[in-house]
């Protein structure tokens, strides 16, 4: 179920980058699983990458 809550968005942007990097799950599979369009979870995995190279 998707959610716009701060622990639960960090929850399931760490869940998407850790799929997609460490396991090369598509993003519309994590969409789907995780209850929120493909866009949120690409724009999550985005911003968690801006955020590592700072």
Same mark, same amino acid.
């Given at each position: 179920? #998707? #959610? !716009? !809550? =701060? &622990?639960? @968005? =960090?929850? !399931?942007?760490? %869940?998407?980058?850790? +799929? @997609?990097?460490? $396991? #090369?799950?598509?993003?519309?599979?994590?969409? =789907?699983? +995780? #209850?929120?369009?493909?866009?949120? %979870?690409? &724009?999550?995995?985005? /911003? $968690?990458? @801006? %955020?590592? /190279? &700072?």
């Amino acid at each position: 179920m #998707g #959610g !716009r !809550r =701060r &622990k639960v @968005s =960090r929850a !399931r942007a760490s %869940i998407a980058y850790h +799929l @997609s990097f460490e $396991l #090369g799950t598509p993003a519309a599979e994590i969409a =789907r699983q +995780l #209850g929120v369009c493909t866009s949120a %979870i690409i &724009k999550a995995i985005q /911003n $968690l990458e @801006s %955020i590592k /190279n &700072k």
